[in-house]
């Protein structure tokens, strides 16, 4: 789904949507679908159900005046969901799960995969999206739509006084803003993104998170709508029925066409009468049809068509009526969607035996075309991938690593507690690894192509490094630092997969698709990343623990842990000036020039210069172990500045991977870092002070006729 | 002692330093980081030329200004750091033979870039499909064509470089000579950036009015090819008399005049560099992944005809042509707001650059270097700690 389209653009669209919404498939639940009223409502708007909230009074969410939607009798069957759940679907450029679909999609509304319906009962993603499809006025009524500030849905004209300020809010309770919210969007979308406020920023998402929904629930609409005719009438007498299927127009698509050329230029009263009925007929298929345009669940039929965009049943109704008439597998996936849709009974319950049928039948159906159009090829290891959850475990693996590592703190001669860590590491770090290599086949990509494989893959590095260094050191401090790391790593990219709601498996553009330089430049500077970071670790380790414990109390422990700063930071810095030349020699092949001066460049240049540096003063006497601790923090902060921050300067060529919301965690990064630089300069300052005063008492500390000092 | 030789030792050990090798990695990664904040308001031309290709600047916060050395001095200094301390000092060391060949590979580097600064064009030439170019035109620098036809129907061009346009005022205006011809052209003033329009009967133009029209100054733009500059000039014939003329960068077409009965034109244009081939657009193709605007693959069918030979090409991205100390790249496309069936151009980056692979082996030399160095060390400091009780 193109959800990064214009609200200029889908405004009109949408405001069809809702109405259709509203007069079909909520209302709906009474099934009561008369001819007359539903055409007249579907071509005049703004005269029936929607009406634009007043601006004076604030409008009480519409819940209250609504009966409530019984609870859920019977649920999906494990059948239905997982064979919806393997469904392909076409969204974002690719072919994916719609299981993934659903998971993305609620993450993006909700800010998590899961939902709660009215009764405060867990859903996984899957039921929603089906409830959402099948059953909208029930899904309507489930608080989905995450609002960060009530000044929001304050601003659209609705009550806020019986939610938080923080809340969730359902389709339901919105409905009677919806008109208002869309204006003040299309309002709002006219101010660039970087110059609204808070609240200009919300409501713009919160409409267009409100338009995904819009066309999720209204996807089946032209299944629960059979279009009426004119008892008697031509149409009726051609079709032999008073009321036509979707597909029945899609059928006859070429015919339709044919009919309504003569229709048009027939003299006779009665066939101009049948010719507005037609147009009629047409336009409000047409809408039906329209308000699907974002669910595209059918592959052009493989024999026929090399077309690569999937259909959606409105665009097939389109090609019928262009003269290119749906074969007869399409027509069966079209029929399969309009049994899934009919599921909905008269009495609002969903017949669950008659939706899984309709859900086999379409698999059936579009299945074997998206596999011998070798579309499906890696979509059962999506779906397993999403299944394992491999992430999750690998979290909970390095947060036991981290709360092992802490009591092992407290009882350090314990042998066994640093092997559980160890081990709990380990498996963490083998979950990231497979995790990472199953994302690569999926994608059949190099393993880092988007920001947030850029945190999996640090992590995962970070670790291998810690891990590594513990095996050949055994100080344990490495060790400690590789659970922290992981643990840190893995809630960051939790933290960006949930801010950026999307896809974490996207399309690329065109200068970013080539797998050779993904997998050399893109990959090696990442590790350069890695080892940045986890020098800034080590750094920041050092420091605090020389703060609390001072350096004569452990000289070993502190030498050691600075040569592996220093080895980190050589690491790094192999891997940082590799990387960065070669995105250089990468740029010279795709934009003419190795250079540019652009600040993602210019990032990577100030990860190499900040190495060398302290590699130089290292050499030079210049800084010591305390001052390359100190160091390699503010280093760190320029690894996250080159990382993250100069995306977010939103200027340069390299903007394709801006993800807005990260600012904070950015800031409260440097924020860490420069505060443990400034409690290496409150080490230095004291220990400088001490050694001032033992040589001011030469009894004391000249007792064997020298002085120490501590190396800073 | 010879107090030359101790200068000159001096001077030996202060530029071989790690203390100004540290400062002028301090200044460089400063410069970087402000030259790339800079951007954000300023944009990419205007802060190149000012933070990285200059000995010196002043860096404004607010109404305080910082002055800091320019990326050309500082680079410049780290280069003859680099070659006393880095490699002459480091002679006959033990165990530095990894750390010299980095520095060899960084100088290539340096000299890789000072070859693109001094001896560089870049720029594109923009084809629709069916058309046909020998030249490339500059995204930034201006020239003044004067264009005169000749009897067999070819066009003789004499240009003058825009940046000798620059300074043109009426009181001082640029004066370029006919050189053999029975006129002078005189341009009175010069717009970095103007908009042309016409002069209408409620308001005052603020400078002169030629056939209807003005040039209406307006403030620089952050992206630099987007300015677009205009003249005006006077064409003064031999005989005394005058023709005023506006030129304009984005005009479709040159500004004819005739002295003597003979007929000349005057264009304001990007500056052109002739290519030793002619580029056929033969077939452009965009293709977005399906459902998405999002372009996925474009590329360009060219045939490149060098008079004696031709072939047909396929440039894309991340693919370019590669000919005759020439590489055009698959830039982009347009026009953007193209309907289905409406013919579309496609833009070729096109850059003579002496030192385009220079960066590939200072990689490779860089990377060797580092590998042979740093690996070394790791080797021994794992034999030590694995012997370690």
Redesign the interface.
Known sequence: M?TQLSLNAFLPLRRTAVLLLLVGSLALGSRAVSAAPTLTAAAHPSATAVQAAPEAAPIAPAVRARPAVTARKVDWSKTSLVVAGSLPI?????VKPLSTFANFTLLRLNGKSTAKDQAGEKLDSMRWLLDTFVDPRRSGEYPIFQVQDSATVHAIGLEVDTKKKRDRWSFAELRPAVPKLFDLAHEYSQIEGKNRTTMQAQVVMLAEAVDIYLGLAGFLDFARMPIPLSEGGILAQEFGTARLNFSDLVRRGGDLSALRSRLEKSDDPLEREASRELASVLRFAADLGRASLHV?LQPPDAVLSAR???HTPGELLSSAFDGMPATAAELAGLVALERLGASLGSDNTVDMAEAEAALVALDASTGPIAAARGETRRLDLEVTYYRLDLLMYALAAYILAFVLAAFSWLRPAAALLPRLTFGAATVGTLLMVVAITLRCIIRERPPVSTLYETLLFVTATGAIIGLSMEL???RRIALYATAALGMVGMFLSNGYETLDKRDTMP?????L??NF?LATHVTVITIGYAAGVFAALLGSVYIVVRLIRGRASAPEFFTSLG?MIY?TL??G??FS??GT??G???A????????????KE??A??IC??Q??IL??R????LRELGIAAAACFAGTIVAFSWFG?NL????LHSYGFTEGINSALWTYYGIQWSICALALVVGVREASMVKSQVSEPPATSARGRTTTPAT | MNPLRTIGTGLLRVFSSFRLSVTLLVFLGLLTWLGTLAQVDRGLYEVQKEYFESLFLVHRVGALGIPLPGGNLVLGLLAVNILVGGLWRMRGRKNVSGVIVVHVGILMLFAAGLVKLQASNDGHTTLYEGESKSYFQSYHELELALLRPLADGKIEERTVDGASLAHANPSHPAVVDGQGLPFRVEVTRYFENAGVMPKGPMFDAPTPVIDGVFARPKPREKLNEQNGAAVYVDVIAADGSVQNGLLWVYDAHPWTFDVAGERYALDLRRKRFPMPFRVSLERFRKEDHPRTGMPRWFSSDVTVDSGKSSRLVTIFMNEPLRQDGLVLYQASWGPSNARPGDPLFSSLAVVRNPSDQWPLWGCIVIAAGLLWHFGRKLIRHVSREVARP
């Open positions: 193109n076409q969204d974002g450029g690719r595209a690569e965009a999937w050949i050191n055994r399309s690329l553009v065109a200068v698709d080539t330089w040569r080895g050589a690491f810095l192999v000036l590799v030349i070669l250089g020699i990468w010279n092949d795709s934009w003419g020039r190795f250079w540019g001066w652009d600040p210019n990032g240049l100030l210069i900040s060398v540096a130089h003063a050499l030079g006497g210049i100069t300067l939103g200027v340069g």
